[in-house]
């Protein structure tokens, strides 16, 4: 992609959009998953079920989660998007040269993408006051978030490619 005066940027809603679509898809998969592995209390239990059922649900709920934040990992350097991007045509580049961003960029900004969330949110919100619409795990990682037509898929299109 060529970067320059026609570049759309995607700025805070479209990537928000993405991540609710990305945490709805997985919601879709874990919640049942949960519901599975933790369904009624053991066996013996003589009080309330739900200080045993809080007990087993803990380990199957981490363990969801990790295989999520996996999935979604293995999807970043792979494509680099998640499904809610590709639904709504937001695409990761390197903010120098507008190609698909290195292995280890991705990383950067996944790492720094925790700190810039638990400062009150700042390092996301930084968006709204930058012309590229880079929030700080963008910065540090020299990555940009750009609107792509190209990269739009349909539900259909996007399900095929999830297999």
């Not at 759309?8 to 049942?32: F, K």
């Not at 390092?123 to 190209?150: C, I, N, Y």
Request: some cysteine; aromatic content about 6%; hydrophobic content about 55%.
């Amino acid at each position: 992609m060529r970067l320059g005066p026609g570049t759309e940027y995607a700025g805070w809603w479209p990537r928000c959009a993405g991540a609710a679509l990305d945490l709805a898809l997985l919601a879709l998969v874990a919640a049942p998953i949960a519901a599975l592995l933790v369904h009624g209390a053991a066996p013996g239990d003589t009080g309330s079920p739900a200080p045993a059922l809080l007990a087993r649900a803990v380990p199957p709920v981490n363990a969801i989660t990790v295989a999520c934040a996996l999935f979604l990992a293995g999807l970043l350097f792979s494509q680099p998007v998640t499904p809610g991007s590709l639904l709504l045509g937001v695409r990761l580049v390197g903010a120098r040269d507008g190609r698909r961003p290195a292995w280890w960029r991705v990383l950067v900004r996944a790492v720094v993408f925790v700190p810039a969330a638990a400062a009150l949110g700042i390092g996301l919100l930084w968006m709204f006051r930058d012309p590229r619409r880079q929030g700080w795990h963008d910065k540090l990682s020299g990555t940009l978030a750009v609107h792509e037509d190209e990269s739009r898929l349909t539900l259909d299109e996007l399900l095929e490619c999830l297999g």
